[in-house]
């Protein structure tokens, strides 16, 4: 679901590539929320941070409470109390948004608004092409 350069790798097996391109993109970022003291700059970006991955987090977890829907496992048990833990983490991933402030939210759902921008251009490559249908040729 990533773009190809996300799976190119060095001779070791690291995917440097990706990790470089991904650790650029936040410089813009940290230079655009400059404050007169490191203090406050750190506190907004860490607050933007928090946004940013929570919400991908609460969207995973609820995949989660609905893994086995309608119990087709005999530890029925064990996925109760994964649904409960997934439950309290979703409250206060929730809760973690809302303490962020109401500057950090909205500058996390413009960065996600322009990533989702981003990927819906870029989504259709990643799409099995379906075999054209050959025309039926009528005697």
């Known amino acids: 679901m990533f773009p190809a350069f996300f799976s190119k790798v060095n001779g070791m097996g690291a995917p440097v590539i990706g990790h470089d391109r991904a650790g650029r993109r936040p410089v813009p970022l940290a230079l655009s929320t400059i404050s007169p003291n490191l203090s406050e700059q750190f506190g907004v970006l860490v607050n933007l941070a928090v946004v940013t991955n929570v919400v991908p987090y609460i969207i995973a977890l609820s995949a989660l409470i609905r893994d086995d829907e309608g119990g087709r496992t ?21 809760y973690a948004i809302y303490a962020s402030g109401k500057n950090a939210v909205m500058g996390g759902m413009i960065v996600m608004g322009i990533g989702y921008i981003i990927w819906g251009f870029i989504a259709p490559r990643f799409i099995a092409k379906p075999a054209a ?3 039926s040729r009528v005697a």
């Open 74 to 94: 005999s530890r029925r048990a064990v996925f109760t109390a994964q649904r409960a833990i997934a439950l309290v983490a979703m409250l206060y991933s929730t």
């Open 133 to 135: 249908a050959q025309p």
